[in-house]
């Protein structure tokens, strides 16, 4: 996928997405796979895919089977083909809403997914600001971070998602980024059920430049005390609105 014009290269977060499928279940995996891509924002509205060629090589599996995948996203109204000198998939502009009607998450539920982020995100940030980045790493992270800084409420989240997975991806673990990925997108499932709150973004905000400054000076202690503090205010709220 190109990167955004002035933004830094997006590759670590999509390669370590768009990986080898399992081959017993290629079809659902690259489903899954390209929804990864799409949800936690690595492809903004309008932006094209690879070509099939190329994403079907990075996932390992048969044209064929990407042709369906991607055919099944399109009725499900996730990608648009186009045909023409100009033609390929792109991501539609404007993406299926929720459905709404999901059951109503438990106390478990939000627990079994806050630890495990907790488990992960900590020791991203432990691991990121204890290693000697690259100034290509320091770029991603500052950039991903000014993002967050000027999203307005619609695209909060997403962008929130992008620094998140940028975090993970300087702690130099790339096995790490899918599992990140994983719990995100059951993070975000979550935090679907409760309202954006003014307040706690600006917070946000706030943890998320101190999480950024003590990665890049290489704090370890403070990136990884700060990042637990920011996991559980949102685990606070979740439990506040739903239990």
């Known amino acids: 996928m190109a990167a955004e014009p002035g933004s830094p290269e997006r590759t670590d977060a999509s390669d370590a997405l768009l990986r080898p499928v399992r081959p017993l279940n290629a079809f659902e995996d690259t489903v899954s796979r390209l929804l990864q891509t799409i949800r936690l924002g690595l492809l903004q509205p309008g932006e094209s895919l690879p070509p099939e060629r190329d994403l079907a090589a990075r996932l390992g599996v048969s044209r064929d089977t990407l042709r369906e995948a991607i055919k099944s996203l399109a009725e499900a109204g996730y990608l648009v083909s186009r045909r023409g000198r100009y033609g390929g ?13 999901a059951a109503r998450p438990t106390r478990a539920d939000i627990d079994d997914t806050m630890r495990l982020r907790e488990i992960l995100e900590v020791g991203a940030a432990r691991m990121a600001a204890g290693r000697t980045l690259t100034a290509t790493e320091r770029q991603a992270l500052s950039g991903r971070l000014a993002d967050v800084r000027g999203a307005d409420g619609a695209d909060y989240r997403r962008l929130d998602s992008r620094l998140h997975l940028a975090i993970a991806e300087a702690a130099g673990v790339p096995s790490l980024v899918p599992l990140v990925a994983q719990n995100r997108m059951r993070l975000n499932e979550l935090l679907d059920h409760i309202p ?28 990884a005390e700060t990042m637990a503090a920011h996991v559980r205010g949102s685990a606070t709220l979740l ?4 239990d």
Do not use: K
């Open 239 to 242: 439990h506040g609105f739903l």
């Open 89 to 101: 998939t792109f991501l539609a502009d404007e993406l299926p809403a929720p459905t709404g009607d």
């Open 196 to 223: 954006l709150l003014a307040r706690n973004i600006a917070h946000s905000d706030e943890q998320h430049d101190a999480i950024v400054a003590a990665i890049l000076a290489g704090d370890a202690d403070t990136a």
